[in-house]
C-alpha cells in the first residue's frame, strides 16, 4: 500500500442497497480516490474477489449472510495470514455472542446496525492507521533482515581474507605461527596478515582501524591490500610505512585512521625489524617465561598525517623466543564491573604460557579473557598473533 494509492475496501453483505448508500455517504473520498470501494454479496463471493484484487486492504463484513457467513468468511482470511488485511465485522446490536466471537477471531474491529456512518468512518481511519503501522514494521523488518544478510556476507568476506589455515607453512620448521581475530560486531576493524617476503624472511602485520561495523571493515580491507602490496615489494619496515601512509591519507574518509605494527622477522638469523604505527607494543617471551615489551618506534597512526616519516628498530630473537602481537581489545576488555583485563594479567598470562605452542599461547589468553569478562558484553574487535622462532 504506497503512501499515495487509494485504500481498497470490500464490504461483503447480502444488502444491495448498501452500495448506493456507501457511495453516496463517501462520495467525496471516492472522487478524491482515496478510498476504492468494491462490493461482495457473501462470504464466497468475497474471497474470489479478493483473488482479482490482493491489494484490498480492508474488508468490512456482515456476520448473517448466505452461502458463507462473517465468521466463516474470517476463518478463512485468517488463513491467509496476511497482517495487513484487517476486517471490521458488522452486525445487529442484539448479536454481541457472534460479534465476541468475531473478535476473538481476530476481526480488527466492529461496528452495529444500523450503521452510523460518522463512526464507520472513524473506524476505517483507525484502521488504515493500523495497517501502515504494520506495513511500516514489515519493511523495517526486511530492511534488517536485508541489512543482516548483507553483514554476514561481508563477515565472510572479511575473514575470507585473513589468513586462517595453520600451520600456514607447513614445510617450514625455523619458525611457527598462528592468529585469531574475533569481532565484537559482525564484522571488525582489526586484521592480522602474515607472509614470506622471500625464503628467508617473515613479514606480520597487526592492525586496528579507529572504527567498527562495515566502515571499519572498509577500510581494514583496503589498508590491508596496501600495506601487503608495499611489503611484497621488498619494502623496509619504514619504508613499507611511509608509503602506506602517504596513501592511506589520499584515500581517508571521516577522519578514520589505523594503528599499525609491522615487523619482518630473518628466520635464519632472528634479527627482527619492526616500526610501530600507534599499535600497542608487541611481547616477546622467551622460553623461560620472561616477558619484556618491545620498545616504541614513537610513530602515530597511519591515515592522519600525510607529510610524517616512521621510524624503524631492531631486536634479536633467540632460539624459541615468542612474539606476541595483539590490539587493544585484549588489554581493554572489561569486566561486568567495568575494570580493564590489563597489559598486567596478559603479561601474568603469557609468562605461564611461555612452553606452549603459538596456537595453545592465543587459546590460553583467550580462556583466561572469557573467564575475566564473563557476563561482559564484547566492547571491541580482539585479535591476537603469536611467532616463535626455531633457527634451522
Excluded at 503512501?3 to 455517504?25: A, S
Excluded at 596513501?247 to 625489524?273: A, D
Amino acid at each position: 500500500m504506497a503512501k499515495n494509492d487509494p485504500i481498497k475496501i470490500m464490504i461483503v453483505d447480502d444488502e444491495l442497497d448498501l452500495e448506493i448508500l456507501f457511495r453516496q455517504k463517501f462520495r467525496k473520498q471516492l472522487k478524491e480516490n482515496e478510498w476504492r470501494f468494491e462490493f461482495a454479496t457473501n462470504g464466497l463471493h468475497a474471497l474470489e474477489l479478493l483473488v482479482k484484487n490482493p491489494d484490498t486492504t480492508i474488508i468490512l463484513s456482515d456476520i448473517n449472510m448466505p452461502e458463507m457467513d462473517g465468521l466463516t468468511l474470517l476463518a478463512k482470511l485468517n488463513e491467509l495470514k496476511n497482517p495487513a488485511l484487517k476486517t471490521v465485522i458488522v452486525s445487529a446490536y442484539g448479536d454481541m455472542d457472534n460479534i465476541r466471537t468475531a473478535m476473538n477471531r481476530g476481526a480488527f474491529d466492529f461496528i452495529t446496525k444500523p450503521i452510523n456512518f460518522e463512526d464507520l468512518e472513524i473506524t476505517i481511519h483507525k484502521t488504515i492507521d493500523q495497517i501502515r503501522v504494520l506495513l511500516k514494521a514489515s519493511e523495517e523488518h526486511e530492511e534488517l533482515v536485508a541489512l543482516q544478510h548483507d553483514l554476514n556476507i561481508a563477515a565472510e568476506i572479511q575473514h575470507s581474507i585473513l589468513p586462517k589455515k595453520f600451520p600456514p607453512f607447513p614445510d617450514r620448521t625455523d619458525f611457527d605461527i598462528h592468529a585469531y581475530m574475533l569481532a565484537a560486531k559482525s564484522v571488525g576493524g582489526d586484521f592480522y596478515d602474515f607472509f614470506l617476503i622471500d625464503p628467508d624472511h617473515l613479514g606480520m602485520v597487526i592492525a586496528d582501524v579507529s572504527d567498527k561495523g562495515i566502515p571499519a571493515a572498509i577500510y581494514m580491507a583496503v589498508s590491508r591490500t596496501i600495506i601487503r602490496a608495499a611489503a611484497l615489494k621488498g619494502f623496509s619496515p619504514q619504508e613499507c610505512m611511509d608509503y602506506s601512509n602517504q596513501l592511506l591519507c589520499k584515500e581517508s574518509v571521516n577522519q578514520m585512521f589505523v594503528t599499525v605494527f609491522y615487523g619482518i622477522l630473518n628466520t635464519r638469523t632472528g634479527e627482527f625489524q619492526y616500526t610501530n604505527g600507534g599499535h600497542n607494543p608487541p611481547y616477546i617471551v622467551n622460553e623461560t617465561g620472561a616477558v619484556r615489551s618491545l620498545e616504541t618506534t614513537g610513530d602515530i597512526v597511519l591515515g592522519v598525517m600525510e607529510e610524517v616519516s616512521y621510524h624503524q628498530k631492531t631486536t634479536m630473537l633467540q632460539p624459541n623466543d615468542s612474539l606476541f602481537l595483539y590490539t587493544d581489545g585484549v588489554t581493554e576488555a572489561m569486566n561486568i564491573n567495568y575494570e580493564l583485563f590489563s597489559e598486567k594479567r596478559l603479561e601474568n598470562v603469557l609468562k605461564e604460557a611461555a612452553q606452549l605452542n603459538p596456537g595453545e599461547v592465543i587459546q590460553s589468553v583467550y580462556s583466561s579473557l572469557s573467564a575475566y569478562t564473563e557476563g561482559a558484553q564484547q566492547s571491541d574487535d580482539i585479535t591476537m598473533m603469536v611467532v616463535r622462532f626455531h633457527p634451522r
